[in-house]
């Protein structure tokens, strides 16, 4: 039995421009909020306070989160490596926040420079700062299914992080693979243990497309019952630890599966499609998803 309903937490204004190289306007990520809502998405991950230093993408971060005219019913989260970082969340007046620990010791090394055990210190005094406030914490296990440094990628290891990010009172538990190396047998183990410790309506999937293998890891977890995923409109986001490869699964290609198989989304496939295409033209690309690609080309010549 599949589940009836399905929530996506769409990424795109976040985790799918943040390593575009050419700058990206706040007008035009606030555009894009704009129409993911108008869309039917109810769940955005809108941009990180993060250093400007590191990620000089969303160096505006605070401007993006001013200019968002917000809908009732829409979750408006950030990503928030640290104490500043929830300061800024929080005068941002943020919905939730996003912190993320590796399954892997050797990417929370190279990629944040500490200790997984650190990693998640940090992210304490984070997590008691939201629940003070009133603010949701949503939690990432990023390289849950696969490592660029090490390789594979111990289930035991994923159930450990999980356990201490429950620990330290995070809300919601998301199981990420982050460079797109998962399979369907792999991720049902890695969901299997996951579910032994997490409500399933507070676990997601967030997976990446590298080897074409997000759609049916998608269909292995809704099998499980699992119901909530992260997506990124237009396929935005590259992998940066996979030369060349794709990120983000595209949300229009997650829709078109769930839709094909009666699950309802309360999103509209073709504001969708405009969303990717709108988003697609402002960074002088074609979408990387195929929906969107095949349904555009059935539209007839603008004009």
Same mark, same amino acid.
């Given at each position: 039995m599949?589940?009836t309903?399905?929530?996506l937490?769409d ?10 190289a ?5 007008a035009?990520?606030i ?11 109810r ?18 971060a605070a ?19 640290n104490m500043?970082?929830f ?7 943020a ?8 399954a892997s ?16 210190a ?13 603010m949701?914490?949503r ?29 330290i ?8 693979d ?17 579910l ?7 676990l ?17 977890? #809704?099998?499980?019952? @699992?119901? +909530?995923f =992260?997506?990124?409109?237009?396929? *935005? /986001?590259?992998? !940066?630890?996979?030369?060349? &490869?794709t990120?983000?699964?595209a949300t ?13 989304t309360?999103i509209? #496939?073709?504001?969708? @499609?405009? +969303?990717? =295409?709108?988003?697609?033209?402002? *960074? /002088?690309?074609? !979408?990387?998803s195929?929906? &969107? ?11």
């Amino acid at each position: 039995m599949l589940p009836t309903h399905v929530a996506l937490v769409d990424v795109g204004p976040r985790d799918g421009l943040q390593n575009e190289a050419a700058p990206v306007s706040a007008a035009t990520k606030i555009e894009l909020v704009h129409r993911l809502q108008a869309a039917g998405l109810r769940q955005i991950e809108a941009t990180s306070f993060v250093s400007p230093k590191w990620v000089p993408q969303m160096a505006d971060a605070a401007e993006v989160m001013a200019g968002i005219q917000r809908q009732p019913g829409v979750r408006y989260s950030v990503l928030t490596p640290n104490m500043k970082g929830f300061e800024g969340a929080l005068a941002a007046g943020a919905d939730e926040v996003v912190v993320f620990a590796a399954a892997s010791e050797a990417f929370s090394q190279r990629n944040i420079n500490c200790s997984i055990t650190e990693s998640i210190a940090r992210f304490q005094p984070v997590v008691a700062a939201a629940h003070a406030h009133g603010m949701r914490v949503r939690a990432a296990v990023s390289c849950a299914l696969g490592c660029p440094y090490q390789g594979e990628v111990a289930v035991d290891d994923v159930d450990d992080v999980v356990d201490r990010l429950l620990g330290i009172g995070c809300d919601h538990i998301g199981i990420a693979d982050t460079i797109g190396v998962g399979t369907a047998g792999q991720v049902q183990r890695v969901m299997e243990r996951a579910l032994q410790r997490v409500p399933v309506a507070e676990l997601s999937g967030h997976f990446h497309d590298t080897y074409g293998q997000a759609l049916t890891n998608i269909h292995a977890c #809704l099998q499980l019952g @699992v119901h +909530t995923f =992260d997506t990124s409109v237009a396929g *935005l /986001g590259g992998c !940066p630890y996979a030369k060349g &490869a794709t990120g983000n699964v595209a949300t229009e290609d997650v829709v078109y599966l769930l839709h094909g198989l009666g699950i309802v989304t309360g999103i509209d #496939l073709d504001a969708l @499609v405009d +969303t990717a =295409d709108f988003i697609s033209r402002a *960074l /002088g690309r074609k !979408p990387v998803s195929r929906v &969107a690609n095949a349904l555009l080309a059935k539209r007839p010549p603008a004009g």
